[in-house]
């Protein structure tokens, strides 16, 4: 059982480069979401999409941009890094945004911007 | 709008010895409430979740909480750590299971001693 698996897991950028970090969840789930995760600030979520066809803004959406691929894939783009953007990003899924369920999370990309 | 309060940042016990955790939330109804562990390079993974009934709840590994909607707390416990219990703790209070809805706290790193 994958679960949630992200790519890559570690990515070290140059200021201004651009990226995508990937995503894949094979538990047929409707909803998927990005987090970053910064030392003393806990986890922030970055985006997030309820269902397939569909991705909203959280809490610290500013220099990201998503795609819902389709209902397994979720991605992250970094369009011109900016050392602010060095954290740890995690993506995670669950059943559906409104359920009582767990999410469920990758184990991470330590991302360094330079 | 809700937050969540983890009121140690790092907490040091010895094995074999009890541990609680604290996690004070605000919240404007009935909160949703999560406690998920990070091991070292990991995602978080759930340990228990309250929604409603019983104030005491049992999850894995041995760890249960208490909700006390007096104090608006929901504290970790575990009567005897293991050094493997070494990781990040984290609190989370919501509207439901959904990320979108959810609030993290900024963390508790436990510290085994053996």
């Known amino acids: 059982n994958a679960g949630v698996t992200q790519t890559p897991k570690f990515q070290v950028l140059k200021t201004g480069q651009s990226m995508t970090l990937q995503c894949a969840q094979d538990?047929?789930?409707?909803?998927m979401y990005w987090y970053r995760q910064d030392p003393g600030m806990g986890l922030r979520l970055i985006y997030y999409?309820?269902?397939?066809?569909?991705?909203d803004k959280g809490e610290v959406p500013n220099g990201y941009n998503v795609s819902r691929l389709n209902k397994r894939e979720f991605s992250l783009r970094l369009e011109s890094a900016a050392p602010s953007q060095t954290s740890v990003y995690f993506c995670?899924?669950?059943?559906?945004?409104?359920?009582?369920?767990?999410?469920?999370f990758g184990s991470g990309t330590q991302l360094s911007v330079l | 709008a809700q937050s969540v309060t983890q009121p140690d940042i790092h907490i040091t016990v010895s094995e074999g010895a009890s541990l609680e955790l604290r996690c004070n939330y605000s919240?404007?109804?009935?909160?949703?409430l999560f406690w998920y562990v990070q091991s070292p390079g990991q995602g978080l993974q759930l340990l228990l979740k309250?929604?409603?009934?019983?104030?005491l709840v049992q999850g894995i590994k041995g760890f249960e909480a208490e909700f006390k909607r007096s104090q608006s707390s929901f504290n970790l416990r575990k009567p005897s750590v293991h050094w493997s219990d070494a990781a990040e703790y984290f609190c989370?209070?919501?509207?439901?299971?959904?990320?979108?809805?959810?609030?993290f706290g900024k963390g508790t790193h436990l510290i085994i001693q053996p």
């Open positions: 995670a899924s669950s059943t559906n945004r409104e359920s009582n369920e767990k999410l469920f």
């Open positions: 538990m047929n789930h409707n909803s």
């Open positions: 999409s309820a269902s397939e066809g569909t991705t």
């Open positions: 919240y404007g109804a009935t909160p949703y």
């Open positions: 309250y929604f409603s009934g019983d104030t």
């Open positions: 989370a209070v919501g509207r439901g299971g959904g990320a979108d809805g959810l609030t």
